[in-house]
């Protein structure tokens, strides 16, 4: 699957270090949020790729993803060169892949952390304009260097326009909160539970879960990889 270049429509900040961006869909390109794509830019003369989860509730004329990136970090992370992008700058898209992804399921429970709240926001905001019934549950901060518990919540205005729609929406500063907020937020049990953020955050929602009574097997689950250090 070879990259195409797409032009960059909006980068816009939704929380500490923490920003949306916003692309032009490439011709043929169909993502459903949850899926990620590979984005890349040339620095120091050397193409640098990262992957990043689909954030918005559809692809068709634009897509966004959402990240996290460490302010301090040097000049070769990739995460800070995709924040400072203008509209109208090109970025390299490749994809969609992954099969950890939205499926017009007409009961979702999602559980992010850090910025796994991306896919959370889209498949919350894709399941209700299908007519379904959506739940999120975000573990906020944790991982992002230069960010901290006190920070407002990454796509505050979106979780709470979901909530003034009907969709259940937790808020937790800790693991150890999870299980409880899946418990208040899951109802009866019969969602599709769907996982998103580092691998830490992924062990820990595996085990809320499973807390929670629902079987951590049956959720659909994509780790962003090791903890950021
Ligand atoms: C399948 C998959 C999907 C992913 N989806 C997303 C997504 O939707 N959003 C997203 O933000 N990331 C996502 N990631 C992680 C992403 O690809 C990068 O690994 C991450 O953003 C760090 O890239 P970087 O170039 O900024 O930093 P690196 O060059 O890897 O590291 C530079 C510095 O940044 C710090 N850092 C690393 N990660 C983060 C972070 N997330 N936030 C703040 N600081 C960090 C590191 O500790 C280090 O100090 C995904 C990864 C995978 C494998």
Redesign the pocket.
């Known amino acids: 699957m070879d990259p195409t270049d797409a032009t960059v429509v909006a980068v816009r900040d939704v929380g500490a270090?923490a920003v949306a961006l916003s692309v032009e869909t490439p011709a043929g390109f169909d993502a459903r949020p949850g899926q990620?794509v590979k984005l890349s830019l040339v620095i120091g003369g050397e193409p640098?790729s990262?992957?990043?989860?689909v954030?918005s509730p559809d692809a068709e004329d634009t897509f966004e993803?959402?990240?996290?990136?460490?302010a301090?970090?040097?000049e070769?992370?990739?995460?800070?060169r995709l924040a400072a992008l203008d509209p109208g700058d090109t970025v390299a898209v490749t994809g969609p892949?992954?099969d950890a992804y939205y499926e017009g399921e007409p009961r979702t429970l999602v559980l992010a952390g850090?910025?796994?709240i991306?896919?959370a926001v889209g498949i919350a905001e894709r399941t209700l304009a299908d007519g379904g019934e959506a739940a999120v549950v975000y573990r906020t901060a944790a991982?992002?260097?230069?960010?901290d518990d006190g920070d407002p919540p990454i796509h505050e205005e979106r979780l709470g326009a979901l909530a003034a729609a009907g969709a259940p929406v937790a808020v937790v500063d800790s693991d150890d909160a999870l299980a409880a907020a899946v418990r208040e937020v899951a109802g009866d049990g019969d969602r599709r539970a769907f996982v998103?953020g580092?691998e830490g955050f992924v062990e820990a929602a595996r085990e809320a879960l499973d807390a929670g009574g629902i079987d951590p097997a049956t959720a659909k689950v994509?780790?962003?990889?090791p903890d950021?250090?």
């Open positions: 270090h990620f640098e990262r992957f990043y989860t954030s993803v959402t990240l996290t990136y460490d301090g970090a040097d070769e992370a990739l995460g800070p892949f992954g850090g910025p796994g991306g896919p991982v992002t260097p230069g960010a998103y580092f994509e780790s962003f990889g950021p250090e």
